[in-house]
């Protein structure tokens, strides 16, 4: 079975900062990667996917992740933190559970952004 | 475009009373359809999926369980919760169509309170 560590439960940078969430994942066979937002009381929502193309990844509102397959990484980055990115992020994995791809999660990364 | 729905928002309910959370989804046929459970800091846990009216796949024995009648709704139950049962629960949907990366499209969510 595949697995998915994010590191730090919250981040916390000030408003312009570098943003940098990590996630580690394990997996015996090229893996699907993903990040998702979810902002309070509210469902999650894709930020960006990872399925073998192109190694940089952009998504939406200016995050952008890298796969490292030698690190087994895919870190979320963002080049200035604005005050609406603070929300909880989860990294995923695709993992193949009886013949359909079922994405595993991290415990999620509270991400807070300072004035 | 496809919509997932979710009722209640919120829900309040006694030790030992029934549940029930309804999931419909809009503008696709035949989804894949998933809950999952959201506790303080331990991320996402999956505790059912489907691929088909009538099949239902439980990943955590528990004092839930899960109901697929129509093609596009997906009901979570329980005849007698439990203080443990609380958290905020989440429906999620995935199409066939194209590259299956196991992307899922999330509802909003429904936040259950036991005392």
């Known amino acids: 079975a595949q697995s998915v560590t994010q590191l730090g439960s919250h981040v916390s940078v000030s408003e312009g900062a570098l943003v940098l969430l990590r996630c580690n994942y394990s997996?015996?066979?090229?893996?699907?990667l993903f990040w998702y937002v979810q902002y309070p009381n509210q469902g999650l929502q894709l930020l960006l996917k990872?399925?073998?193309?192109?190694?940089l990844v952009k998504g939406i509102n200016g995050f952008e992740a890298e796969f490292k397959k030698s690190e087994t990484s895919f870190h979320l980055t963002k080049p200035s933190a604005h005050m609406s990115d603070a929300a909880e992020y989860f990294c995923?994995?695709?993992?193949?559970?009886?013949?359909?791809?079922?994405?595993?999660f991290g415990r999620g990364t509270s991400l807070i952004v300072h004035p | 475009s496809q919509t997932i729905h979710q009722w209640p928002a919120t829900l309040v309910q006694p030790v030992g009373s029934p549940l029930s959370l309804e999931c419909t989804v809009e503008?696709?046929?035949?989804?894949?359809l998933y809950w999952y459970r959201q506790a303080a800091g331990r991320g996402l846990q999956l505790l059912f999926y489907s691929v088909g009216i009538g099949q239902i796949s439980s990943e955590v024995p528990q004092n839930l369980s899960a109901s697929r009648p129509q093609d596009r709704q997906f009901i979570l139950s329980s005849k007698k919760l439990l203080l443990s049962d609380s958290g905020f629960y989440l429906c999620?949907?995935?199409?066939?169509?194209?590259?299956?990366?196991?992307?899922?499209?999330f509802g909003e969510g429904s936040r259950l309170t036991v005392l």
């Open positions: 990872y399925t073998s193309a192109a190694t």
């Open positions: 503008g696709t046929s035949n989804p894949n």
């Open positions: 995923a994995v695709s993992d193949k559970i009886r013949g359909s791809y079922i994405p595993t």
């Open positions: 999620a949907w995935r199409e066939h169509t194209g590259v299956d990366t196991g992307e899922l499209f």
């Open positions: 997996s015996s066979v090229p893996p699907y």
